[in-house]
């Protein structure tokens, strides 16, 4: 039986990509451009001082084989450790310089991409995995700060430790020397490299079948009631025997593919010293070369070989790092679905006339609104009603710039609200949602969240006008109470009073209230209800209602259906001209008697 899982394939690059991505994420790092410099000065001193220490090597056999002085050989074997010391203090300080510049990118990549996904359409947050963006942000941001640990702490110093050794090579000795580490780092390189493609499959395959294995362990065991009632504890032993069969052969596999590994580097690196030690002796024979140039030559070799110890886990990890940073380059350039114009200005103040033409709007397909129009006069109260899925709700939606409309236009004080800023837009509309959550945090921090610089006076009128006051007063610790994650601590009632609270402290002049009371209870309804007259009494508001009993009073009441306006009246007028307003209201008397 088949598992439950996606088999996870290789990851591919493309290059130029990759490496524009890399240089454009590499801006974040151009105001530390001295810090860098005194890092890679640092990087330089380090791998100039590991490279001395052969050459201390040398001097120490040199001198004791000719019998000299004690005091030279212990003033080299001095320096020798010194020079240790100094590659270690100089790597210790490149870390520690270059730490301020990795986290300071990673600080400012992290601002920006926040910043970016706030910036993006309703549409793009209606339509997003929150765990996926989550861990593609996580992983992009770390990966910047992967790629430059690469670079900086493995890449470049093995280079620069290969130039400065085949630097000494050419200098010092015969052109022979360098040409043989050239050939034996190159075919390290290569074997490394191409080898872990290869070996990938192998890795690659033991962990989708561990995935699977434990997908379908933890499924089995979720659902023991469907798999006893059926009887198929054989069906999932053997289904989990499987797995785990193809999961050991594919372990067993990486296993001896990661031995293979490690002996082809230990036999190219055993080739090249004996390469190199052979033209040495043939050297030392002939008198070209003391006892501590072979000596030092095996040091270079040997020392050089060190870091590309992890060529492969470094490449391996460079693939995955480059990965994530071209998911989180595709969501740094995702283009908003509604962004402002490059002539937009901020909205006039005005006494907020609300005016929809022929507005028109299409989700996904599905023609949502067809040709509305009305007018929403300032202090009035219009509402809008209709059967579900009428798109009343998407009326606010519309006036807020969440979606733009397909056509027909909507304008605030005259002003088209497409040529706006949308931050004087959002200024002027306050929202009552029909479900309001809240940030975990104080019950004072979600109230001032509508104005952050809001003081007590304010923030405690609010709460009178809300009919919120006697509630805080009975909390123990009053506005520093904690709400809980959504606000799940707080009642439905008591989250729609917050809501209330907040669009009052906004003092926004045009509110809106989207269903406001159609998930509360009859009492809660009431007190509701209560305070949101006392808010319509100082603002224009657009009403979407469910409960056609909240809007009685409305100036105006707009019926729509299968998104087309059927009907625009009073209250009375709507009920003497008995078409679906009165339908609605007769259905909603019948269900409340019923209740």
């Known amino acids: 039986m088949q598992g439950r899982h996606k088999p996870v394939d290789d990851p591919k690059i493309d290059v130029r990509r990759a490496l524009a991505n890399l240089s454009g994420l590499l801006g974040y790092l151009w105001g530390l451009k001295a810090r860098i410099g005194l890092a890679l000065g640092c990087l330089l001193l380090a ?86 963006i989550s861990r593609d942000l996580e992983r992009g941001t770390a990966s910047l700060s992967e790629l430059l640990n690469y670079l900086v702490f493995s890449i470049v110093p093995t280079f620069a430790e290969l130039l400065l050794v085949i630097g000494i090579m050419l200098f010092q000795f015969s052109p022979g ?8 780092v190159a075919l ?12 990938s499959r192998y890795r690659l395959e033991q962990n989708r079948l561990d995935s699977e294995a434990n997908g379908r362990a933890i499924d089995s065991l979720l659902n023991h009631e469907t798999v006893k009632s059926f009887g198929n504890e054989r069906l999932e032993r053997e289904a989990y025997d499987g797995l785990l069969s193809g999961w050991s052969t594919a372990a067993q596999k990486s296993n001896l593919s990661m031995a293979l590994l490690n002996f082809g580097q230990a036999a190219i690196v055993g080739l090249g010293v004996t390469a190199m030690l052979l033209l040495a002796v043939r050297d030392v024979d002939a008198g070209v070369l003391s006892l501590g140039d072979l000596v030092m030559l095996n040091a ?62 299409s989700y ?29 709700s998407t009326l606010s939606r519309l006036l807020f710039r969440f979606f733009d409309p397909v056509s027909g236009r909507i304008t605030v004080d005259g002003q088209d609200i497409s040529d706006a800023t949308l931050a004087s837009l959002r200024a002027r509309l306050a929202l009552v949602p029909q479900d309001t959550v809240l940030f975990n945090d104080t019950l004072r921090q979600n109230l001032a969240y509508a104005k952050p610089d809001a003081n007590d006076v304010e923030i405690t009128a609010a709460l009178e006008a809300a009919d919120l006051n006697a509630f805080v007063q009975s909390l123990p610790a009053g506005l520093e109470t904690q709400v809980g994650e959504r606000g799940l601590k707080l009642s439905g009632g008591e989250k729609q009073r917050v809501a209330i609270a907040r669009a009052l402290l906004k003092g926004s002049p045009i509110v809106v209230f989207d269903e406001a009371t159609s998930s509360l209870d009859s009492q809660s309804e009431r007190q509701i209800i209560n305070a949101l007259q006392r808010l319509q009494q100082r603002c224009t508001s657009l009403v979407i209602a469910h409960r056609l009993s909240t809007i009685v009073d409305a100036d105006l009441i707009v019926v729509l259906e299968g998104g087309c306006v059927v009907e625009q009246g009073a209250h009375d007028a709507l009920l003497e001209a008995n078409g679906l307003y009165a339908r609605l ?9 019923t209740a």
Not at 77 to 83: C, M
Not at 190 to 198: E, G, I, K, P, V
Not at 310 to 319: F, P, Q
């Open 177 to 184: 020397y360098a040409v043989t580490t050239l050939i034996a």
């Open 47 to 132: 791998k100039l001082a590991t490279v001395s220490v052969p050459w201390m090597l040398k001097g120490i056999v040199d001198n004791l084989e000719a019998d000299a002085l004690v005091i030279v050989p212990l003033s080299l074997v001095a320096a020798y450790g010194a020079l240790r010391i100094a590659s270690s203090a100089f790597n210790e300080l490149r870390d520690v310089l270059f730490a301020r510049v990795r986290f300071t990118a990673m600080h400012r990549l992290s601002v920006d991409l926040l910043s970016h996904l706030h910036r993006q359409s309703h549409q793009f947050h209606l339509s997003r995995n929150t765990g996926a």
């Open 364 to 392: 996904d397909e599905r023609q949502v609104l067809n040709d509305v129009s009305f007018t929403l006069e300032p202090g009035q109260k219009l509402a809008i009603v209709g059967p579900s899925g009428a798109g009343k």
């Open 300 to 361: 270079l070799l040997l020392q050089l070989f060190i870091p590309l110890n992890v060529l492969g886990v470094i490449y391996r990890s460079m693939r995955y790092a480059l990965i994530n940073m071209e998911r989180l380059v595709s969501l740094l350039e995702r283009k908003p679905d509604v962004a402002e114009s490059t002539n937009a200005a901020p909205l006039a103040e005005g006494p907020g006339r609300v005016v929809f033409e022929k507005v028109s709007f």
């Open 188 to 199: 390290y390189a290569a074997f490394t490299l191409r080898y872990m493609d290869w070996r």
């Open 585 to 593: 209201w007769q259905s909603q008397l019948k269900s409340d008697d």
